[in-house]
């Protein structure tokens, strides 16, 4: 999490566009899960997708999130994923998700990276020419300038990088849920491989609007699946933290 503030970033807006070789990825809806019978019952709530903290409010609360974590080295079997993103809405509400963030994939030759945004559920959209590295640090910030149009950043604070789009959709928000989330995401309608992440820490986390939110404080979820819970999440006053168990 060490950043020099003396760095002088030179900044390339990088043009989004559909990535050909991936062009089915696309996230979902929270989905939930009742109490698994062999986990405690600490407060904490499952999903087969999400693992993070989500914030439930009422209608018009969230207009921006923002946080910023390091780019993982995943583990698992070819083709394994998992992507750390922000975003409003997709709990409660369930009409939209604006959202941007990284997917970390494993091929056969490594680790590919790939930033992307979604107006789901409109398909993902990734950045060009947008690159990174194990432990870069990366800042994803989502806005809402109404309920259906809006935009997002994201930024390679290790290299100067910036990608920005606006967008606009038919699919309205809700502003009733803000999110920092690491998910198994869809790709040609099926779960991916969930890859092991080893630990996302999203920090300098926050989402405004009507008031100014942190992760504390939030329904924090974990990814239950096959009878095990994969992910441990937890919260304190400005961050996140998500670990693959």
């Known amino acids: ?59 018009g609360t969230f207009t921006y999130v923002t946080g910023t974590f390091n ?83 994201v930024e390679n604070l290790s290299n100067g990088q910036s990608a920005y789009q606006q967008l606009s959709s038919a699919y309205a928000l809700c502003g009733q849920n803000a999110e920092w989330i690491v998910e198994d995401f869809d790709e040609n309608g099926t779960p991916v491989p969930f890859a092991n992440f080893g630990t996302v820490t999203f920090w300098d986390a926050a989402a405004t609007g009507t008031g100014t939110y942190t992760p504390d404080g939030a329904l924090i979820m974990e990814i239950y699946q096959n009878n095990q819970v994969l992910t441990s999440a937890s919260t304190g006053s400005s961050y996140l933290t998500v670990q693959y168990i």
């Open 1 to 59: 999490m060490l950043f020099n503030p003396a760095l002088v970033f030179s900044f390339l807006f990088v043009s989004a566009v559909l990535a050909d070789r991936r062009r089915e990825r696309q996230s979902r809806f929270l989905d939930r899960i009742e109490q698994p019978a062999n986990t405690a019952s600490d407060g904490l709530q499952y999903s087969n997708n999400w693992s993070g903290a989500v914030w439930e409010e009422n209608d």
């Open 71 to 153: 780019v993982p080295a995943p583990s698992g079997q070819s083709g394994s994923a998992a992507s750390a993103w922000v975003g409003i809405d997709g709990d409660t509400c369930a009409n939209a998700i604006l959202q941007a963030g990284v997917d970390f994939t494993v091929t056969d030759n490594g680790v590919s990276y790939d930033a992307w945004y979604e107006w789901y559920p409109d398909n993902a959209y990734y950045f060009s020419d947008f690159s990174m590295s194990v432990g870069d640090i990366i800042k994803v910030s989502v806005t809402a300038t109404s309920t259906t149009s809006g935009s997002v950043q």
